[in-house]
């Protein structure tokens, strides 16, 4: 339990943060799963946590699993993507699209970058997102190769009432001409995100990785960094002289021990403090 002097250390130090960016030039903010854990997406971290089925997220997020079982994999994605369309956009969410507000009109340039395939940033009203990972509401032809957006709930019929997490649910394959298909050529659509084993798209991560390294301050927020090539971006960064600022649950949760700020506790309760607004 903190004591009166540690609470107010820790105020002393977010209002330093806050009017330290109040003064920035460049500030780029990285997001991970942590954000959107406090408007219940699962993060799919842990023991427990981590799995679907018993199965770890890594065990089928991957372009070997859809080959082997497109009908397991779009399970998991229509989970995925109906627990995202019921959620709600919470306070992190909203602080980080306020700081852009901000940015915008105080001439401060801002990018925002995440993991997180949600999409909760745009709702809650960011409008400079780059998704690293890409997104839940694309999918692509496995045929075709177009690419679109959907938001189909669900996103195809045989799918309605799938996906429950449970290792007790039922697992029946779904025939693969029932899962989603392409309007144009009738081909089988994938989940248009970044899986095990797939790359980044260069051209977005080389954006923000130059964009982070001529930064003066570098938010990470909900995330552990421990995705490679999007790990080096903060540290990378801290080495081409911005300060870094992190803020997650506890110390362990850390991404790296070379940070000017970091900030312990809910990010839905802790980023309102530390981020400007209009």
């Given at each position: 339990?903190?004591?009166?002097?540690?609470?107010?250390?820790?105020?002393?130090?977010?209002?330093?943060?806050?009017?330290?960016?109040?003064?920035?030039?460049?500030?780029?903010?990285?997001?991970?799963?942590?954000?959107?854990?406090?408007?219940?997406?699962?993060?799919?971290?842990?023991?427990?946590?981590?799995s679907w089925r018993g199965f770890t997220i890594s065990e089928l997020a991957c372009p070997e699993a859809f080959q082997r079982s497109p009908s397991q994999v779009w399970e998991l994605y229509h989970?995925?993507?109906?627990?995202?369309?019921?959620a709600k956009p919470n306070l992190a969410h909203v602080a980080i699209a306020k700081f852009e507000q901000f940015c915008l009109k105080r001439g401060i340039d801002f990018m925002l970058a995440t993991q997180n395939i949600d999409r909760l940033h745009q709702r809650a009203g960011s409008s400079r997102v780059i998704e690293l990972h890409r997104s839940l509401f694309l999918v692509r032809c496995t045929a075709c190769d177009s690419v679109t957006e959907n938001y189909d709930s669900p996103i195809c019929e045989a799918l309605r009432g799938r996906g429950d997490p449970s290792p007790q649910a039922d697992s029946t394959p779904i025939p693969e001409d029932q899962l989603p298909r392409c309007a144009g050529c009738s081909g089988l659509l994938r989940p248009y995100v970044v899986w095990f084993g797939e790359p980044l798209n260069e051209g977005e991560l080389s954006s923000v990785q130059e964009f982070a390294n001529m930064s003066d301050f570098v938010l990470v927020v909900g995330t552990s960094n421990a995705v490679y090539p999007a790990a080096m971006i903060a540290p990378d960064a801290r080495r081409s002289g911005a300060q870094l600022a992190e803020f997650n649950l506890d110390a362990s949760c850390s991404s790296s021990s070379d940070v000017s700020y970091f900030v312990a506790g809910p990010c839905g309760s802790t980023l309102p403090k530390a981020l400007p607004r209009l």
């Open positions: 339990m903190a004591t009166r002097g540690q609470k107010q250390s820790d105020e002393q130090r977010l209002t330093e943060l806050h009017d330290k960016l109040s003064q920035s030039k460049r500030v780029l903010v990285l997001t991970g799963a942590g954000v959107s854990a406090e408007s219940g997406i699962p993060t799919f971290r842990g023991s427990t946590a981590g989970y995925r993507r109906e627990k995202s369309l019921a």
